[in-house]
C-alpha cells in the first residue's frame, strides 16, 4: 500500500504568444482623441507607397500616430512574451493485491497565465482566448485563470481478478464447469472534474469602437470583451436548469467606444461544465496450451455507462442571440464495445 502526497508547481516566462503579436499598435494615450483619430488628414506617404491604404492622398490620423506609420499592421510570430504559474497539491494511493490493484489520484491546483499554448489551433481555439492579446501595449489585461485550469480532480482505478474457479478462493473445485467460473476480471476508472472557466468576448462589428475598427487601431478586434459592471456572473442550479442561460448575461454590457472592456480574459468563478464519468470493463481470460502459453480473451467494455452527459460551452460573444445558451454535448453517450482478443 503506497500513499503519496505532493506538491507540484511550475513558472513559465518567455513564453511565445498565442498567434501573432502586434507591433504597431496604437498607443493607449491616444485613445482620448476618441472620434478625432478617424478624421481623414493630408498622408505624408503619399506617391512613396504605390498600392493600398498608404498611397491615397489622405489617411486616417491614427495611423499616423502608430509606432510605424509607414506600415499599417506588423503581426510577428510567436514572440517570447507570455508568462504563466501553476502550484498543485497531489495526494495518489495505491493498493496492491495478489492479483488486483486499487488506485485513487485527487488533485487541487491553480493555472495563471496571460497566453495559451501555441498548439491550441488542435484544441479548440481556447474557447474564445485564441487571438491574442486585447492590447499588446498592456498584457496585464489578459493575465486570468488558464483557459485548462483544473481546480479539482478526483479519479479512481482499479482491477480485479475475481477469486473464482481452480486455485482460487472460492468455487475451486468443480470440475469441468471450472473453465466457466474462472478467469473473469473487473477493470474500471470513474472521473470527477471541474470544468474550466467561462471566456467571453464581442463580435467583431463597424460601429466605431475601439475594438472593433482594427484597420485603424491595429488590434485583433475578435479579441475584444464586454464590459463586467463588478458583479459576478455565476448562477447555481443544476446544469440542466441552466442549459438556456448559464451564466448571468445582465452583468455584461458593450464597451463605450474607444475603450477596452473590463471583463477578463476567463471569468474567476463562471466554469464549464465538469466530468462525471465511469468507464467499466468485464473481461474473461481463457488461457490454453503448454503452461497458459496461449489465452482468448472475452471483452466487454462501456463507456459512459451510467449515461451522464456533460454540456458543451456556450455562446459566448455578448450581444448575440446564442450569448450564455449551452446547445451542445462535449462528451459521448454511453457505449458498448464487445471484443475477442487473442495473445501469445
Given amino acids: 500500500m503506497v500513499l503519496e502526497a505532493l506538491y507540484a508547481g511550475s513558472v513559465g516566462v518567455g513564453l511565445p504568444a498565442q498567434w501573432a503579436s502586434q507591433m504597431n499598435q496604437l498607443p493607449d494615450s491616444y485613445l482620448s482623441l476618441g472620434a478625432a483619430l478617424q478624421q481623414l488628414v493630408p498622408n505624408p506617404f503619399a506617391g512613396v507607397v504605390s498600392s493600398g491604404p498608404l498611397s491615397q492622398p489622405t489617411v486616417q490620423r491614427a495611423q499616423l500616430l502608430r509606432p510605424y506609420p509607414q506600415f499599417q499592421t506588423l503581426y510577428v510570430e510567436g514572440m517570447p512574451l507570455g508568462h504563466s504559474n501553476y502550484h498543485s497539491f497531489q495526494l495518489q494511493f495505491t493498493k496492491r493485491f ?46 486570468s485563470l488558464a483557459v485548462a485550469d483544473t481546480p479539482q480532480r478526483l479519479v479512481f482505478n482499479y482491477v480485479v481478478d475475481l477469486p473464482l474457479g ?20 473487473l477493470s474500471g476508472v470513474y472521473t470527477a472534474q471541474v470544468g474550466g472557466p467561462v471566456a467571453v468576448g464581442t463580435p467583431t462589428n463597424l460601429t466605431g469602437t475601439f475594438n472593433a475598427v482594427t484597420d485603424v487601431y491595429g488590434s485583433y478586434s475578435s479579441n475584444s470583451r464586454p464590459n463586467n459592471n463588478g ?57 490454453f496450451g503448454h503452461e497458459g502459453r496461449y489465452n482468448m480473451q472475452f471483452r466487454a467494455e462501456f463507456f459512459n455507462v451510467m449515461n451522464h452527459p456533460r454540456f458543451g460551452i456556450a455562446g459566448m460573444q455578448f450581444g448575440t442571440p446564442t ?22
Fill in 231 to 287: 458583479q459576478s456572473a455565476r448562477l447555481n442550479g443544476s446544469a440542466i436548469s441552466r442549459l438556456n442561460q448559464w451564466f448571468d448575461t445582465s452583468v455584461f454590457s458593450q464597451p463605450a467606444p474607444f475603450t477596452y472592456g473590463t471583463a477578463p480574459r476567463t471569468l474567476p468563478d463562471v466554469r464549464w461544465d465538469g466530468i462525471n464519468n465511469l468507464d467499466f470493463g468485464l473481461f474473461k481470460n481463457n488461457p
Fill in 98 to 143: 495478489s492479483a488486483s490493484v486499487l488506485g485513487a489520484a485527487y488533485t487541487i491546483s491553480k493555472a495563471i497565465g496571460d497566453t495559451e499554448s501555441r498548439s491550441d489551433w488542435l484544441e479548440g481555439g481556447a474557447q474564445g482566448t485564441s487571438m491574442g492579446f486585447m492590447d499588446p501595449n498592456n498584457r496585464r489585461l489578459d493575465r
Fill in 166 to 185: 481452480k486455485g482460487r478462493r472460492l468455487l475451486n473445485n468443480l470440475g469441468p464447469i471450472n473453465r466457466l467460473v474462472s478467469g473473469w476480471q
Fill in 323 to 344: 450569448f450564455g445558451v449551452v446547445s451542445s454535448q462535449a462528451n459521448i453517450p454511453r457505449q458498448i464495445q464487445l471484443a475477442l482478443k487473442f495473445t501469445y
